[in-house]
């Protein structure tokens, strides 16, 4: 079994900034890539960044010079940094690893999503 838990999610201002936390835990025997989606009421998720087990990272457009995705693979924990939080960004934020258990089996796995709020 694999979970991913979520925290770091709130209500901001407008220009604020909030750090997403994602944990993976269970029979892991190797993340590959670890990511942050969004979901706004009424749209389809979509990406925010993801980052692969090395350094190499890829941001939506929306994302690019204010949000920060980072990794630890000692804790197997992804973070979102984002800064300088629009009226546009609100959504619930989930995190997702394709991940390979002790098994041999891989799959992708997602969290049970964190909301952010923008609002003054």
């Known amino acids: 079994q694999v979970q991913l838990v979520e925290s770091g999610g709130g209500l901001v201002q407008p220009g604020g900034s909030l750090r997403l936390s994602c944990a993976a835990s269970g029979s892991i025997s190797y993340i590959y890539n670890m990511g942050w989606y969004r979901q706004a009421p009424g749209k389809q998720r979509e990406l925010v960044a993801s980052?692969?087990?090395?350094?190499?990272?890829d941001y939506a457009d929306f994302g690019a010079g204010r949000f920060t995705i980072s990794r630890d693979n000692a804790k197997n924990t992804v973070y979102l940094q984002m800064n300088s939080l629009k009226p546009e960004d609100p959504a619930v934020y989930y995190c997702?690893?394709?991940?390979?258990?002790?098994?041999?089996?891989?799959?992708?796995?997602w969290g049970q999503g964190t909301q952010v709020t923008v609002s003054s």
């Open positions: 980052i692969s087990n090395g350094v190499s990272t």
């Open positions: 997702n690893a394709d991940i390979s258990t002790v098994g041999r089996f891989r799959s992708v796995y």
